[in-house]
């Protein structure tokens, strides 16, 4: 069993990057234990979450045992995920490898200016989702740690444009829970989505996620671009809680190829000075026959 703490490289860009994660949250996906094993044939599930429904694969699975990188299911040909973030100076992205997950950190400078998100995420690149794919995206999640109740953080899924590096003219899609002052916790779609979506949790799962001890929590993101539809949710114990949606950047007939997918923390202008951190355990990616 390996704990290795590394601190991540960082480079100051004229550029930077918005965050992986600005606000919202995903679905967890019918499968086994058994799914993880490497040699295991990949199931298929019904149902892309949208009136069309598509066969879907699992393509990719990454159970980080002792904090591994490589995936034990790998259809995709990606090899092991890569760590990235933002390239804000200052900013201390961080990762330690535990057994069975990744702990991802980041802190955001006091100075940084408002406009400026975070972030420190673990990727799958390079894929390739273009116009006419299906394809969905799962994590499974615990112990958030953030300014609470102040606000200002968020984790979840990404599927953007690019590598590992999370830049701001990369275009996205994203899933996240949202910390906001008060303690407002929100799944929320902040980009990709043609109009905002969101839907404010209950007590029962702030409990849940941030309670003693948390109980883990899985994010899904399901990218329909033959119907240019999307579905978001987020499950934790045996309730779901999902969000559908329009995309408005990776569409069924045209926009960019989807080539990272990925999971991680950020933290936003509520949090000046403020340290985030995750437990990423599953990660899988799923797509459709061919895709």
């Known amino acids: 069993m390996s704990n290795i703490s590394v601190k991540v490289p960082q480079t100051f860009l004229s550029r ?3 965050s992986l994660l600005a606000t919202a949250a995903f679905t967890l996906i019918a499968t086994t234990a058994a799914d993880a094993k490497p040699g295991w044939h990949p199931v298929v599930i019904r149902g892309a979450g949208t009136a069309d ?59 940084l200016s408002p406009d400026l998100i975070v972030s420190e995420s673990a990727w799958a690149t390079p894929v390739n989702f273009g116009p006419g794919s299906v394809s969905r ?31 701001v003219d990369d275009t996205r899609i994203a899933v996240t829970v949202n910390v906001r002052p008060g303690f407002l916790v929100r799944l929320n779609v902040p980009f990709g989505s043609v109009n905002p979506t969101n839907m404010v949790l209950p007590q029962e799962v702030k409990d849940a996620i941030f309670g003693s001890p948390p109980k883990p ?30 995309l408005s950047d990776f569409l069924a007939a045209s926009g960019p190829p ?25 990660f899988r990616i799923y797509t459709s026959a061919g895709g």
């Open 53 to 111: 429904p598509a066969n879907l694969t699992l393509a990719y699975d990454a159970t980080f045992p002792d904090g591994s990188l490589q995936p034990s299911v790998d259809l995709l040909g990606v090899n092991a995920m890569q760590l990235g973030d933002t390239l804000v100076a200052g900013s201390n992205p961080t990762f330690s490898a535990l057994p069975g997950e990744l702990l991802v950190s980041i802190t955001r400078p006091v100075d």
């Open 16 to 18: 930077v990057g918005r």
């Open 137 to 167: 995206v799962s994590v499974t999640l615990r112990a958030p740690v953030g300014p609470i109740p102040g606000g200002g953080f968020a984790m979840g899924l990404v599927a953007k444009t690019g590598g590992k590096d999370d830049l």
């Open 258 to 282: 989807i080539t990272a997918m990925g999971a991680g923390i950020s933290v936003n202008a509520n949090g000046p000075g403020q340290t985030a951190s995750v437990h990423i355990r599953d």
């Open 217 to 246: 929590f899985t994010l899904s993101l399901t990218i329909d671009r033959m119907n240019g539809t999307g579905k978001a949710a987020l499950k934790v114990g045996d309730k779901m809680y999902p969000l559908t949606f329009v």
